[in-house]
Each structure stands twice: as C-alpha cells, then as structure tokens.
C-alpha cells in the first residue's frame, strides 16, 4: 500500500497551487479575479473557486452559516443571485467589495481552509490513488488539474496514448500528462487558457529536479518555499489597544474621573492652566484646545491618540 502523503507535503502541494493562482505560496484569500472570455466568471479566495460551477455560493453559503462570519449579513442577500450562478455579480461592485473584505475575516480564511480541502484536496487524492499515484508531486499535478479543472478528460487522453500508469510506471505517466495538458492548454479553443501553460511548464521543471517527494526548499515561478513559512506564526489582527481608555471632551454631564484628573495635570504640566478637581468643564476644554492649538494638533477638544500623545498620557 502506497504510503500517505504527510502534513508537510500536502502543505507544499497547496503552495505550489497558490502560486499559480494567485502568485504567492499563502494564497491570497481576498483574491477576486475576472477575465474577459473565462467560463468560470467571477473567481474568489486562496484557490480562485468560480461563481459558473455554483462553488463560489458554496463558500458563501459556509461562511455564512460560521459563527463570528463579520460579513454574514451582508453577504446573505447575495446567496439567492449566487445559487443561480448570476453572472451580473461579476460586476457588482457592492459585492465585490464585500468579498474583498470578508477574505480578511479570519473565519473566511478557516471556512476557505475547509471548503477547498473538502472540494479539490480530498477529491484528488482519491484520484491520485485511483490511478495509481503515490508521489508528493504526482498528487500535486492532479490537485492542480481539479482546481483548474478537465482533469478527467486529460486523464483518460494520457491512458489512451501512454497506457495506465499502473503499466506505464508513474514516473512516465506524470510526465505524459503533464506534456498532453501543456499542449491541451496551449491549443485550447479557448484562448483564455493558452498563457496558464505556466503550470505545466513549472511542474516539468520539478521534474526534472526529480522532485518526487517535494522537498524544500523548492522554487516554483519564481517564488521561494522554505520550510519558513510553514512555521512562522500566523498574522494576528487582535487589538493591544487598553479598554479602559476612553475619549474625553465637554459634555453633559460631564465627564468625571481619574482620566480626567491626568489630562488636567498634563495640561498644567504643559503650562496651560486648568483645574485639578477631575472634573472636565469649560475650563478644561479651554485649555485642551489651546494645548492642541500650540502643538498643532485639530483644535476640536477631544482627548484621541494624537491628543494623549503630545500630552504624554
């Protein structure tokens, strides 16, 4: 029995696919892309999926159902037009921009983890096995071929002019494969596909670096992976910003406290008289706003973050 791919390969094979979709081993889970004549129309996320094939509703539909999804309410009016595949969305700019935001929603980012593994990674190395295919890097070919799509029809080409590659071996049936869907790429009737001749042609550089097991570091079009960015600690967009902070202006009632009390002995230590009752009064908004007229700050007698730092707060 053919050994499973590890942690670590899948992880390479799903960089490698980034990059050819959207030029960078993390994937870009905000990407929205749209060309004139491609079948597939509006594509969204880490692994382009299409609004044509009804996928593109799939994740939404995911997302909003997620707890904590920051964009499920907007995005909700949009699953009927996406379960019929409406191709105005494509330039529905609202929506786009949704999108667009919702892919820095780290709950977009987990539900686009899921739903591409659930409907292109589980699914290809079924098929990988399915054929035969044991290889890091034969996965990697056929988890392409699914996110791209036509891998069944390239499939069967390569059995019919190569043999299975149960026969064949798998070095030379990947090979076979990866060369008949160059050259289906490359003359497609479809010119929009002729340029992502890119995937095939990368992978026929792995190999020839015999990079069956995928190893790093490895190069692919020109962009580094190292082990790096497998163990580098996520970004996290939590705020440090201390709750207890409040803004503080003249209002009524006033605004009362130990804040106020400071803010009145900054002011005093920066030479403008105010009182130091803790209390925020006329007084006190008159010498907060000479203050921010001296430090040429917006004299609009509110304590923020430009305000609390000329005042050292």
Known sequence: MAQ??????KRIAQAVVNIFETGSAQGDYSNLTLIPGDTGHLTYGRSQTTLASGNLYLLVKAYCAAPAAQFATALEAY???LSQCDTTLDTDLTFRTLLREAGADPVMQSEQDQFFDRIYWAPSVQAAAACGLSTALGTNVVYDSHVQGSWAALRDKTNADYGAASATGETAWVAGYVNERRDWLANNPNPVLHPSVYRMDAFLQLLGQ???DLSLPLTVRGVLVTADLFSATPPVRASAEDPGLRLLSLQSPPLVGPDVLALQQALAKAGF???ADGIFGASTDAAL?????HYGLTVDGIVGPATRSALRL
Request: net charge positive; hydrophobic share 35%; aromatic share 4%.
């Open 79 to 81: 699953l009927p037009r």
């Open 4 to 9: 499973a791919l590890t942690d670590l390969q």
């Open 210 to 212: 015999n990079q069956w």
């Open 289 to 293: 706003r000479q203050t921010q007229t």
């Open 273 to 275: 008289a105010a009182p």
